[in-house]
T-cell receptor, first 113, second 117 residues
């Protein structure tokens, strides 16, 4: 079975500080991993995805995520937080076959001016 | 082109009534997904369609839930005899390709907020 764990349902950082959003997965086979963002009153948008190519994936707005098989993690980082980064972030996993997606419970990011 | 649309945007119903939620995917997208987002929880996968068929229905919470897709386009999610625990935001997403390679971007609709009184 597959599952996703996002440690920290709420994360607060100061503007300009490092942002680290954690995502760990469990999967019996190599997975595909995704990060989505949900702004207030909007739908989910794909930010980046890992599909067994480069383990460091770069997304928009300076965010990137690194797939670490040994740690079963796909943490997302950004060197310097911006006010516009405040949103809900979801990590998701699916297998390389089939299409059932498993989402984490989300991490709400607050950026303090 | 137009994105994924869902209707209604809000639905308030009484316990025990049936509801139908509609999803219009992006034109040409073969894959369609339904999710449920409950307050304070993540997205719960419900079902996906490849064309008009649903290979995996295991995510549907109970036999009160059903979904269909016609013409490889519009999909409806039906909840019979609604219960208060069915209250949630129901999200639909579509993507271009399925065929065992679920790497294509899913485009999400704005969701339908269902409230069961």
């Amino acid at each position: 079975a597959q599952s996703v764990t996002q440690l920290g349902s709420h994360v607060s950082v100061s503007e300009g500080a490092l942002v680290l959003l954690r995502c760990n997965y469990s999967s019996s086979v190599p997975p595909y991993l995704f990060w989505y963002v949900q702004y207030p009153n909007q739908g989910l948008q794909l930010l980046l995805k890992y599909t067994s190519a480069a383990t460091l994936v770069k997304g928009i707005n300076g965010f990137e995520a690194e797939f670490k098989k040994s740690e079963t993690s796909f943490h997302r980082t950004k060197p310097s937080a911006h006010m516009s980064d405040a949103a809900e972030y979801f990590c998701a996993v699916t297998l390389n076959t089939g299409n059932q997606f498993y989402f984490g419970t989300g991490t709400s990011l607050t950026v303090i001016p | 082109g137009a994105g994924v649309s869902q209707s209604p945007s809000n639905k308030v119903t009484e316990k025990g009534k049936d509801v139908e939620l509609r999803c219009d995917p992006i034109s040409g997208h073969t894959a369609l997904y339904w999710y449920r987002q409950s307050l304070g929880q993540g997205l719960e996968f419900l079902i996906y369609f490849q064309g008009n068929s649903a290979p995996d229905k295991s995510g549907l919470p109970s036999d009160r839930f059903s979904a269909e897709r016609t013409g490889g386009s519009v999909s409806t999610l039906t909840i019979q005899r609604t219960q208060q625990e069915d209250s949630a935001v129901y999200l639909c997403a579509s993507s271009l390709e399925v065929a065992g390679a679920p790497t294509d971007t899913q485009y999400f609709g704005p969701g339908t907020r269902l409230t069961v009184l």
